[in-house]
């Protein structure tokens, strides 16, 4: 299965808004509800920001939040602060429930 | 709180065998699913596989790369996840991260990670 696809890198300044898509099929990204996000600051382990169609572990911001169109799901982040700055991807669990396949990652830079 | 702590990383040889272990705590052990996630060096993150918890059938399963050279198991009454690793070839150097499933479509916690590097 395919990794799904992410835009390389996403740049805003501090205040501002961004949107970062993860682009798939029918038989992953289709179901956004089963799209997760995860953070990852260098050097350390990814971090789980949303899942299950918009919700948020505990101590992860309200500036993230997600949508979904068709076969592609995206997330915002609101209000770009200066530790926002990392990669993130995305993940789609897929093949009934058998599988699971990660965004190429999306490299956030913080002006 | 939990912890999830792999182990086993090392230096080895193409064609040679590997196995790494995840110590964990702080959740029932037992009824988690749990999952091996990897990341080539500079590169994205690549689900290895899945294993889930006893109560919810035991079955496992594997990513394409992986599959029929990787084994996954668990020690429930140790907490201790692990992973079973054969022929390993060049392309499965990466830092192996070991994570509870805190939903089966998430990947709720992750360990540190430990590396893998295969190399001649």
């Known amino acids: 299965q395919s990794a799904l696809t992410q835009p390389a890198s996403v740049s805003g300044s501090p205040g501002q808004s961004i949107t970062i898509s993860c682009t798939g099929t029918?038989?992953?990204?289709?179901?956004?509800?089963?799209v997760s996000w995860y953070q990852q600051h260098p050097g350390k382990a990814p971090k789980l920001m949303i899942y299950?169609?918009?919700k948020r572990p505990s101590g992860v911001s309200t500036r993230f939040s997600v949508s979904g169109s068709g076969n592609s799901a995206s997330l915002t982040v609101s209000g770009l602060q200066p530790e926002d700055e990392a990669d993130y991807y995305c993940?789609?669990?897929?093949?009934?429930?058998?599988?699971?396949?990660f965004g190429t990652g999306t490299k956030v830079t913080v002006l | 709180e939990e912890q999830l702590v792999e182990s086993g990383g090392v230096l080895v040889k193409p064609g040679g065998s590997l196995r790494l272990s995840c110590a964990t705590s702080g959740f029932t052990f037992t009824y988690a699913w749990m999952s091996w996630v990897r990341q080539a060096p500079g590169k994205g993150l690549e689900w290895v596989g899945r294993i889930k918890s006893q109560g919810g059938g035991g079955t496992i399963h594997y990513g394409a790369p992986v599959k029929d050279r990787f084994t996954i198991s668990r020690d429930d009454s140790k907490s201790t996840l692990f992973l079973q690793m054969n022929n390993l070839q060049t392309e499965d150097t990466a830092m192996y991260f070991c994570?509870?499933?805190?939903?089966?479509?998430?990947?709720?916690?992750w360990g540190q990670g430990t590396l893998v590097t295969v190399s001649s």
């Open positions: 994570v509870h499933n805190t939903g089966e479509e998430r990947f709720g916690y």
């Open positions: 299950g169609g918009g």
């Open positions: 993940c789609s669990y897929a093949g009934g429930g058998t599988s699971y396949v």
């Open positions: 029918s038989s992953d990204v289709g179901d956004y509800n089963l």
